[in-house]
């Protein structure tokens, strides 16, 4: 899918379908911006300042949305802290400065864990019509606090296995609490780990197959 790219003097709107998990962010809180339910243009960058597109983008956790200055530099800034949130029924969203299968891939991004995404590793909704279920409050783990809360976090696809994320990381619920504190895991995306998000080899009994990625 073309990468769509909008400009106005302020901000320039880059717009990734194929990342789009429609959280539906941009159109709830700023439909004046992301127009929804219209043919032909949609994004109208100039309704709105260069914050107010920022904080649009940081409200979108796929990365499907992303910002820049007019010149082409960067308008978004590392996250203080790294974080995935674990969502309900649903992906893992990322925060933090990422490589992803050895790209670096900005600072947002949802990658499957229901095994079923034809876009592995990132989610396509896959999970909605699978049915898949999993909660996005799993139980909090004993963890110290990390000597280091951000930096680059690499998350490798593993063949048929588990994402091997390295870096510091804080694993958060979907209502915002820390349940654990890791510099190296693996997360599970077979969609069939009894220790959810964790991996825990269930991948191997059930035949999951990852493709390329």
Not at 80 to 103: C, M, Q, S
Request: glycine residues 8%; aromatic residues 6%.
């Amino acid at each position: 899918m073309t990468i769509e790219v909008v400009r106005s003097d302020d901000v320039t709107v880059e717009f990734d379908g194929s990342r789009c998990i429609h959280s539906r962010n941009c159109v709830l809180h700023h439909p004046d911006v992301f127009v929804p339910n219209v043919q032909g243009e949609w994004i109208h960058p100039e309704r709105a300042s260069a914050a107010e597109v920022l904080e649009i983008a940081h409200n979108c956790p796929s990365g499907a949305i992303q910002c820049r200055n007019p010149d082409g530099s960067a308008l978004e800034q590392a996250p203080i802290v790294n974080l995935v949130h674990v969502r309900e029924n649903g992906p893992l969203a990322f925060y933090a400065p990422l490589t992803v299968d050895g790209k670096e891939d900005g600072f947002r991004a949802t990658l499957c864990r229901c095994g079923e995404s034809r876009n592995k590793p990132y989610c396509d909704q896959s999970h909605v019509k699978s049915g898949f279920t999993a909660t996005g409050e799993p139980a909090a783990k004993d963890s110290e606090a990390l000597a280091v809360r951000d930096g680059e976090l690499r998350i490798d696809p593993t063949q048929d296995g588990p994402l091997h994320v390295s870096g510091a990381l804080e694993v958060v619920t979907g209502t915002g609490k820390t349940i654990d504190r890791v510099m190296d895991t693996y997360l599970c995306r077979c969609g069939h780990s009894q220790n959810k998000p964790y991996c825990d080899g269930s991948h191997a009994k059930v035949g999951f197959r990852s493709a390329n990625a």
